[in-house]
């Protein structure tokens, strides 16, 4: 069984911040990691992906995770917020393997303040 | 690459009434799921095929839905009778294999 768990719905940070977006996990295998965004009335986009090897992994649009087992963590991470990012934001866990059935966490939503 | 392609984008209906959605998965794609997103229960996944056939369904709320992905281009979700309680946005999404999951636009369905 997996799950993923965000705490709070929203986040808020001016323009140029640091962004952090927390995501723990539960998994009884090795997991396959995600992390998602959501523009309004769009579908979701992935930004990144961890699936086995480096640990810190890089996505698209300057964002980056780190996989930390120890901690069960995978923290989204960006240096400098651009009111573009706006938008909700996913973490999902999944089986390694072929089975890519994903559990999605209840998702963040990140407020940019000019 | 069209991506995945849902259709309507919105479908207002009257409770008791039929409701169908339908995916365009990407080609060559040999995974589809049907994701409901609410602001309630966030994303949950419904059910999801692997090479046309079904695989899970255990998310299906009740017997009033059902699924079908005839061939490996087409799926539909099908709601029979539809309540006010199925308002949501219905996602489709493909994969191939182990790969990310490709995400339609949605479908946002009101039952009134």
């Known amino acids: 069984a997996q799950s993923v768990t965000q705490l709070g719905s929203h986040v808020s940070v001016s323009e140029g911040a640091l962004v952090l977006l927390r995501c723990n996990y539960s998994?009884?295998?090795?997991?396959?990691l995600f992390w998602y965004v959501q523009y309004p009335n769009q579908g979701l986009q992935l930004l990144l992906k961890y699936t086995t090897g480096a640990t810190l992994v890089k996505g698209i649009n300057g964002f980056e995770a780190e996989f930390k087992k120890s901690e069960t963590s995978f923290h989204l991470t960006k240096p400098s917020a651009h009111m573009s990012d706006a938008a909700e934001y996913f973490c999902?866990?999944?089986?390694?393997?072929?089975?890519?059935?994903?559990?999605f966490g209840k998702g963040i939503t990140l407020s940019v303040r000019p | 690459d069209a991506g995945v392609i849902q259709s309507p984008r919105h479908e207002v209906t009257e409770m008791g009434q039929e409701v169908t959605l339908r995916c365009k998965p990407i080609?060559?794609?040999?995974?589809l799921f049907w994701y409901r997103q609410t602001m309630m229960r966030g994303l949950e996944l419904l059910i999801y095929f692997n090479n046309n056939v079904p695989i899970d369904d255990s998310g299906m709320p009740e017997d009033r839905f059902s699924a079908k992905m005839p061939n490996a281009s087409f799926s539909t979700l099908k709601i029979q009778p539809s309540e006010p309680r199925d308002s949501a946005v219905y996602f489709c999404?493909?994969?191939?294999?182990?790969?990310?999951?490709?995400f339609g636009n949605g479908t946002r369905l009101t039952v009134t």
């Open positions: 080609s060559g794609h040999d995974y």
């Open positions: 999902a866990v999944s089986g390694s393997g072929a089975n890519s059935k994903l559990t």
């Open positions: 998994s009884s295998v090795p997991p396959y």
């Open positions: 999404a493909s994969s191939l294999s182990a790969s990310p999951l490709h």
